[in-house]
Each structure stands twice: as C-alpha cells, then as structure tokens.
C-alpha cells in the first residue's frame, strides 16, 4: 500500500492530543477519611473499574478516529502493477486511437456517436498528467497517426479532436490499435496505455481477425464504448443493374439488398429509385431483425447515354448514410456494328435482321465490310462485330479479336457457304470456343433446336411467356471439335448438339452459330427469332448490361478502367469544385485508366478536355452498415494488454488513478473514522447515577 499524499503522514502525530488531553486532565485530590462514608468505599472501587476500561476505550477510540482521518487525507492506494514499476510521478506514453468511421455518425441520444467521442476523448485528456506523452491514432482504413512524434503539448491534441469529424470511409480497430503498439515500442518510459474510443461495432472489425492478442500484458488497454447497443438500422448495401441487354425503350432490371442490423423487425419500408434525379420505381420492402434481403424491380428509363440514379429508403433510422445507393446505367443511343464477311445472303440478310429499315435509322446501326475490309477498320468505332460466312483472315486476326473482347465488346460469329473452316478454326478455339471441323449436312428433314435457354439474356424482353418451341430447321451446320473448350451452350438440339455456343474472355464475350441463316443452310433467316435474335445479340454483346457497375465503387475502393479512347491519355476526376489529373496507359484494345480510392461518397464526372467520358459514383462501404456493438469477449481481447473498459458516467480520472496507482482507500479510512467518533459518542454519554466522586488523592 502506498499514499498519494503522503506528506500528510506527519499529521500522523495529531493522535497524540487525545492521549495529553487524557493525561491532563487526570484530576488528584487529598485523601481524607470519612467515618460514616467508609461502607461506600469498596462499592466505589468496583464502579471506578468500569469507569477506567471506559475512559480507556474512549481515549482508544479518538485515538484511532485522528489517525483514521489523517490517513484518509493522505489518499492511501493499494498499489498497482504500474505503480510498482512506475511509481506514481512516472511519464506515462499515452497513445489514444479514435474511430472516425461512417457509422461514428449514428445518432444517439446526445448527439452522434462521435460527438459522444469527442466529450469523452476531452474528459480524458483532462485527467491525464501534466508530464504525459501523448498521440492519436485515427482508426480510418489505414490509421493516421498525429501528431509524427508524442507531445505534452495537450492544447494541441484537444484541438485535433474538436475539429476533427467523421470519414465517410471504413476503420480497422486491428490495424490502429496495431500501430499503437509500434508507436508504444519505441517510447522509453516504463507505463504505456491505449485509449480505444469506438462504437466497437462490425463494421470496425476486418473481416479475418489477428491469431493472437496485438498489445503486451505490459500496456494498459481502456475501452470506452460510445453509442447504445438498442437502435434500429435498416440500410442499403447494394444496387446494380442486372439486365444484360439494354436498349431504348425497354425495361431494365435493378437489384438492391436491404440489410436489417436493428434489434427490431423492419416491415414495409419504402423503396424507391430514381434515375437522373426522377423517381421511375416504387416497393416496399419487410426485413426481419439480422436478415439481408435481395430484391429486383423493373422501370423503363427515358433517355438514353450514361444515367447516374439512386436507390433510397425513404424513411430515415439511427444511420442515415446508408441509406441511399447510387448506381450507373447506360443505355445505348444507337449500336454501331460491323458485319463481315462473304457479299452473300448469310450476310445481307443479317444485317437486314439487325437494321430492318436498311437505311441507318435502327437502334443498330450497320455496316457491311468483306473481310479485307475488316481488318483495315478502326475496330473501336464498333460496339459489336459479327463475322458472318466470312473467308480466311491474315495471321494479326486472332491477336486484334482477344484484344477487342478485352475492351468488353463481344464479336458473333456464323458459318455459310464460303466460311473457311481450317483458316478459321485456330483462332477461334484460341478465344475459347470448340473449333469448326467439318460441314455436316443434316438431310431432310433436318435437324432442330431441342433445348433453348429462354432465360439468357439473349431473349430478355422477347416473349411475355415462354413459347414451346421457336426452332427453325437447318439441313446444314458444323460439327464441333471434342477437345477442352470453356464455351456453355446456349442452343442445343436432339443429343446434346450445339447450335449456339458462348464464352467469356476478359471482359468481352463471343457467340458462336454453328449454323448459318444462309437459305441453303437453314430456314433460321425467314423464322420469326431472327431478328430478336440478332437484335440481342449485338446488344448483348456490345456490353452495356452490367457495364455501370464498374463505374460503380465504394469508399477507400479504386478501380482499374478500360476506356476505348486511343488518343488522349490525359484525364480529369471532377468532383464539385474538385479535380484530379489521371494519366491513362496504353493497352492492347484501348487504355487503361487506374482510378485511385476515393475518400467521398457522391456523383463524380471522368472528363477528358471538357468532354465528359463517363460519370462514376461512390457510395459507402456496405460493412458500415453494420452499426451493432460487438460484445464478444473473444474478439475483444484480440487486442491484447490489461483491459478495462469504461462505461458511460464512469468518473474517468478516478479509473486511471487506479490504473496507474491503484485502488483508493480513502473513502474506507474515513467511514471507519467517522464509525469511531459515532462509537466514542455513544459510549461518552454517562448516565447521572453513574457519576462518581473522583477517589481522594
């Protein structure tokens, strides 16, 4: 046991003045004799006995009440570890780690939960020592330590904190009470102590957790928890367009997950969505206490090019930052595609299917080329490329093919009467697909399609019911080689033959018929799927479905860009009044843009000069939707040292005087003092006829 104030020990010496008071006034008298009072004298012994033992007892008793009250005020502790090594004057490094994640920003019933933070971070610094070393760890997704070196210098941490606010970015406990230790390790003073001041919820937490605690048995570690553990979130964690085949005028489809991480049942919740700024669609949505619910909803979008929308929960909860998604769709205003090959039907009638007016004013814009012709295009002014019973290709052919699949595009490829099996056959099975071997005539009747996969986004939008059967006859078609291929069908007839087969390579994808709408090879070209087929296919394959999603990211999230611009390489991220310069490399296929993470959510424009090249969105991480404390004991003391957690209304300076010290006795010794003077008061009051003449001298 120790004291704090232990100059007061020399008070100890005030115990003497009852025990002089006694002596003082002990009272001696001359013995005189009186005959008749000699019967009372042997009863007067006997009471004068009790009368000692009191008088000793009381003078025991203040005694033992001077010395319990001196001891109270010099605060004695039993001593802890860290007084034991320290000592009580000991500097003290002190490393506070602070979350600033977005779900800091849940309301609370005093404010936010970080303003919550902000309090309590004061009320700490506060009750540090005056010779205190101290730091800050920002908990962001990659801790910021401030300042570079410990300071004493408290104004300026105090300052840090109150003008500090909340990221719209994710945090890592791990990672920042990590870095403490490091900053710990290289101070040289014997005590070290963590402050965490978190909400400690979820999303504070990565998603692989360390082995083994991070602090030593040496560090105290305190926890401050912010924020109640009873609230009710219900938030957004994504939203994509899932159509893949987007054209004018048709309905696309969105999904959106709604996450539950209340304590509570979420039931009709308003679900609307909007596309550049107008409200297209409308649900309602029930979501049960932990549970993640995925939804699709259809709308018509009314313009066309590249549309920033939004999906929001109408109504607002605890943590409103996630409730609202933001998400790309881009419909294209018209389909440039090339169609080469042979000056035959196969490939007149394909272009006629793909553009019916033959005049340009189709959604799908075409122009014819022979295969010569192809070669010396410019493929990125194209969308898709269909090659369409096409002679032999130069040897640069395979190489431009995987580039442009590369780029996200996709090529469609169709036999005929003058397609050239062995000059076609290495290329495409170095794209992934099953290579041509032989014309294999079917006779009469023919063969037909058995099994058509209605669901691939290829008849998306083509029939409101399921049709039994939409099969053409074909008297011609290749057959296929039996070695590796990567390819699914799409078509198949009787016996598992394939008519249409697809495969993907890097972001594009090729479709393959094996067959061809040559009169002499089928009666594909007179069919009523002709035309949605080729139709969709070249909007398939052009890759708008799904394509916003890659301009689509989330905080702290970069991303890398394949952008078909082969001239330019400089670009500008715009952002309000904010820009950034990006330099773009050159690739096989385009240029590659690498976006870097970005710190803020909201519509960004990628602009080149004062073109805009594409919009992007950035919303929050779909982990800060996860805003319930984490209360496991098992994940809490991962972080390692002697931890004491601090509650809300705890007296903050008491808690680390006994952690730096050690518990207080004071209130002990004055409770005792007082019990002493209530016990001296009672046994003082002398009833009268206990009153005894003071014996003679």
Do not use: C
């Amino acid at each position: 046991m120790t004291f704090l104030n232990s100059a007061l020990l020399a008070a100890l010496s005030l115990g003497l003045i009852p025990i002089l008071i006694h002596l003082l006034n002990r009272q001696r008298f001359k013995q005189v004799d009186f005959p008749t009072l000699r019967f009372l004298q042997e009863m007067q012994r006997q009471k004068m006995r009790r009368v000692r033992v009191r008088q000793w007892i009381l003078l025991a008793l203040r005694t033992l009440a001077v010395l319990a009250l001196v001891l109270a005020m010099a605060r004695p502790v039993l001593r802890s570890e860290a007084s034991l090594i320290g000592g009580g004057d000991t500097r003290t490094s002190v490393v506070l780690v602070l979350d600033r994640s977005a779900s800091m920003s849940t309301e609370s019933a005093g404010g936010t939960r970080y303003r919550e933070l902000q309090v309590r971070a004061q009320e700490l610094i506060q009750s540090l020592g005056s010779n205190d070393e101290i730091q800050i760890v920002w908990a962001d997704a990659t801790p910021q330590v401030f300042p570079d070196s410990p300071t004493q210098h408290r104004a300026l941490i105090r300052e840090a904190i109150e003008v500090s606010t909340v990221t719209e970015a994710s945090g890592s406990l791990t990672d920042a009470v990590g870095i403490a230790r490091s900053l710990l390790g290289k101070s040289q003073n014997l005590l070290k102590e963590v402050y965490v001041l978190s909400d400690f919820s979820g999303s504070a937490w990565p998603e692989k957790l360390p082995d083994i605690p991070i602090l030593p048995d040496d560090v105290r570690l305190y926890l401050v928890k912010l924020g109640s553990s009873n609230l009710q979130n219900v938030g957004l964690t994504s939203a994509e367009i899932t159509s893949r085949l987007i054209a004018p005028g048709r309905p696309v489809e969105l999904s959106f997950t709604v996450v539950n991480s209340g304590t509570d049942d979420s039931n009709d919740r308003i679900v609307s969505v909007y596309l550049d700024g107008k409200r297209v669609a409308q649900t309602r949505v029930s979501v049960r206490a932990g549970e993640s619910r995925t939804e699709q909803i259809r709308f018509v979008p009314e313009s066309v090019g590249d549309l920033v929308g939004y999906v929001r929960l109408e109504d607002t909860d605890a943590f409103a930052d996630d409730d609202v998604r933001r998400y790309v769709l881009r419909v294209p205003a018209r389909l440039n595609t090339a169609i080469a090959g042979a000056d035959g039907p196969a490939r007149r009638l394909t272009a006629l299917a793909l553009d019916p007016s033959g005049r340009g004013e189709s959604f799908v814009h075409t122009l014819e080329l022979t295969s010569q012709q192809l070669e010396s295009e410019d493929w990125s002014a194209f969308d898709a490329i269909f090659i369409v019973d096409a002679p032999a290709f130069s040897g640069s052919f395979s190489e431009r093919t995987r580039a442009y699949l590369q780029s996200g595009r996709g090529i469609f490829i169709a036999g005929g009467p003058n397609f050239d099996i062995r000059a076609h056959a290495s290329w495409i099975q170095e794209l992934g697909l099953p290579a041509p071997v032989n014309v294999e005539s079917l006779g009469d009747p023919g063969a037909r399609w058995n099994k058509v996969d209605l669901d691939h986004p290829l008849f998306e939008g083509v029939f409101q019911e399921k049709p039994a059967d939409v099969s053409p006859d074909f008297q011609t078609m290749f057959s296929l080689s039996k070695g590796t291929s990567t390819a699914s069908s799409v078509i198949e007839g009787a016996g598992g033959t394939q008519f249409m087969v697809e495969v993907t390579q890097g972001r594009g994808r090729a479709l393959f018929l094996t067959s061809s709408p040559d009169p002499q090879w089928s009666t594909l070209y007179r069919a009523g799927i002709f035309s949605p087929l080729m139709t969709g296919s070249a909007a398939y394959l052009a890759g708008f479905g799904g394509a916003g999603a890659q301009y689509s990211l989330s905080i702290g999230e970069g991303s890398e860009l394949i952008l078909r611009n082969t001239v330019q390489l400089q670009y500008d991220l715009v952002k309000d009044a904010n820009s950034e310069r990006l330099t773009a490399a050159p690739v096989t296929g385009g240029q590659l843009l690498k976006l870097p993470p970005l710190s803020s959510t909201g519509d960004y424009l990628l602009k080149q000069d004062a073109r805009i090249v594409r919009p992007i969105v950035v919303n929050i991480s779909a982990r800060e939707s996860n805003i319930t404390p984490v209360t496991e004991d098992e994940t809490l003391a991962l972080l390692g040292g002697q931890q004491m957690t601090l509650s809300e209304g705890q007296n903050v300076q008491t808690a680390i005087r006994e952690g730096r010290y050690g518990r207080e006795l004071w209130k002990i010794f004055l409770f005792l003092a007082l019990g002493l003077l209530i016990a001296e008061m009672l046994i003082a009051r002398t009833p009268k006829r206990d009153v005894l003449v003071p014996e003679p001298a």
